[in-house]
């Protein structure tokens, strides 16, 4: 027997809870894990709330899109037991039963080999935010966004993928502007290497306008909505914006003329099913750019599954900022 939280349904609305199951229960994948750590996103608070439609397998159901730990049995030739793992997205925590468990059968097509200079806890603080920020800092790149194009805008800078970002693209030696709404996040965010930070209402002016001034070579945006089309607006001739977040909604509403005056390129970013190889290089960069000093920077807390349903309401709501770790065995 081990411990899960579960999401289900009572009428109308979506209840938690930590249960215990036995092994037999578990999907028939093919790699067995004892997991150490998981982690929220604010997918799973939207989950674990009900807020949005993320869960697309039957209730009740483990939540959780990722998850850090050891190997236990594996019919996959690609992994043996007590291998340490890491597992993001890849339909866990939405049509698979996901890491906020104690031990989890998965398979084997998203798993890879978890870095030996992260422990289960900074692979966690990391998790698809980090994660997803590296996928972002990769592109741009590859877009030739470099140093010495100018500004990059990071949005929603405060959250989990924004802090990476913020973090990585100054390592990089980018100079970040960092967007954020929460006027206490602002040493923060310098603190992780932002050069500038400023408000996000300075970005909502630019949203009516199909061109605005040009502020940006490059931009990671985790917000879309009103705030994307600004950035796009405000994005220098031939820039690049890496999108990867719906915060603020899924609607987007701008003109062609960014795209046919400028040049601008918006670029997807998608975690969830990227290719392993893709998978496997933003982790060994992460495991080489991310400092010790920045992980704990980003960490907001350590807490054992009973305290998931509390934090994924704050989470939800917008009050966190940082990275919060499960200890799934606490």
Known sequence: MFNALFVDRDGDRTVSGVRSIEENALPPNDVLIDIA???????DALAVTGK?????????????????????????PDFSPAQR??????????NQWGGLSQVQRV???????????FSFEEAMIVGT???????????????????????????????????FAVSILASRGYRVVASTGKA????????????????????STGASKPLDSARWSGAVDTVGGETLAAVISQTAPHGSIAACGNASGPALNTTVFPFILRGIKLLGIDSNYCPVPLRREAWQLLS????PDALQLIRNE????EQVADRCRRLASGEVRGRIVVDVNR
């Open 302 to 305: 350590v807490i054992g599954l």
């Open 37 to 43: 750590n998981s982690t929220l996103n604010y997918k």
């Open 52 to 76: 949005g439609r993320i869960i697309r397998g039957e209730l009740p159901f483990i939540p959780g899109v990722d998850l850090a730990g050891t190997v236990r049995q594996s019919a996959s």
């Open 85 to 94: 793992v890491v597992l993001n997205g890849g339909g866990l925590g939405e």
């Open 288 to 291: 080489r750019e991310v400092s």
């Open 184 to 203: 206490n996040a602002h040493r923060f965010l310098q603190e992780l290497g932002a050069a500038e930070v400023i408000d996000r209402g300075e970005l």
């Open 129 to 163: 935010a980090g994660y997803t920020a590296m996928l972002a800092a990769m592109t741009l790149r590859e877009q030739g966004v470099t140093p010495e194009s100018g500004d990059v805008l990071v949005t929603g800078a405060s959250g989990g993928v924004g802090s």
């Open 107 to 117: 398979s084997g097509t998203w798993l890879i080999p978890l870095p030996d200079s």
